[in-house]
């Protein structure tokens, strides 16, 4: 059972675009909702981060929007750069000791 | 300098052999975390330990062993390697505000 889902699994945007990301999860518990991204050769690094608290999350050019009632979360990349291009992974976290990963979004950002 | 480090980068082995994958910390946390990054599965985790001589049991944890020796030191042991297991594996810590720090991965190839 995939607790988190991802869409799209590819994404292709110009320079200076908003790119947008989305992610759903399964189970209400959880609180916590980070993105990762990923660039080739390399391990996952945090990007921004949001609690279920909040329905928005603003840094730079990232923002994430969060609907608690609908399980769903977004991440906007405005202003797309080519180094943007990375793959995303959306993740969810009870307060547990467990993260749930989506299967993550390939985004290229093209000059 | 790498705060979470793998060794090896890249490893081959036959189907049978053994395999082991180390990880060293250097930011002193107490959860750690082995994951394995497939295409079309994102990253799933094995096992996780929250300190030395601790171990829980992750989301796929067939075929895998682990053991905590320090608090720095956390290892991945495979003792009957299969093609199955062929994949990029992540070593993470994690942090008081939940935030998952990875390495720089292992990629494992079994023949």
């Known amino acids: 059972q995939q607790q988190v889902r991802q869409s799209p699994q590819s994404l292709t945007v110009w320079e200076g675009e908003t790119a947008i990301l989305n992610c759903s999860y399964e189970?209400?518990?959880?609180?916590?909702f980070p993105w990762y991204q990923q660039f080739p050769g390399e391990g996952p690094a945090l990007l921004i981060a949001?609690?279920?608290?909040?329905d928005k999350k603003e840094d730079g050019r990232f923002t994430i929007f969060f609907n608690k009632r609908e399980k769903k979360l977004s991440l906007h990349i405005t202003d797309s750069q080519p180094g943007d291009s990375a793959t995303y992974f959306c993740?969810?976290?009870?307060?547990?000791?467990?993260?749930?990963f989506g299967k993550g979004t390939s985004l290229t950002v093209i000059p | 300098e790498a705060a979470v480090t793998q060794s090896p980068r890249n490893k081959v082995t036959v189907t049978g052999g053994n395999v082991t994958l180390s990880c060293r910390q250097t930011?002193?946390?107490?959860?750690m975390y082995w994951y394995r990054q497939d295409t079309g599965h994102g990253l799933r985790l094995i096992h996780y330990s929250y300190g030395a001589g601790n171990l829980q049991i992750g989301d796929v944890p067939d075929g895998y062993k682990a053991t905590r020796t320090t608090q720095e030191d956390f290892f991945l042991l495979l003792e009957l390697a299969s093609p199955s297991q062929t994949s990029l594996y992540f070593c993470?810590?994690?942090?008081?505000?939940?935030?998952?720090?990875f390495g720089s991965g292992t990629r494992l190839t079994v023949l």
């Open positions: 949001i609690r279920s608290v909040s």
């Open positions: 993470a810590t994690r942090d008081s505000a939940e935030t998952l720090y």
């Open positions: 189970n209400s518990a959880f609180d916590y």
């Open positions: 930011n002193s946390h107490n959860y």
């Open positions: 993740a969810a976290y009870t307060g547990y000791q467990n993260f749930y």
